[in-house]
């Protein structure tokens, strides 16, 4: 009697579990509307800026060198603002 019993609570806690596991309703996520300007062009600019300044940092680069990349990084940035209307106020 009491291994019934306990075999029946098994069963009961493993459905119970694993019901809303396979049984539930799939849920679609979409993702908003597409931004109107492409980013990706930017977050490269300012990865590379990111980068150069962590390898000034570690000392990995020299000084004049870190100067020179990083004036024209910023430059390419700049210029993609520009062109891209992107500009702060």
Sequence with gaps: MI???????????????????????????????????????????????????DDYALGRISNPDYQQQKILLQRGYLEWQVQSGKTED
């Design 3 to 53: 291994w019934t019993f306990i075999l029946i609570v098994i069963v009961v806690s493993v459905v119970a579990i694993t019901y809303p596991l396979f049984w539930s309703k799939l849920q679609c996520y979409e993702l908003p509307g597409v931004a109107g300007q492409d980013y990706s062009l930017a977050d490269s600019w300012l990865s590379a800026l990111s980068d150069l300044e």
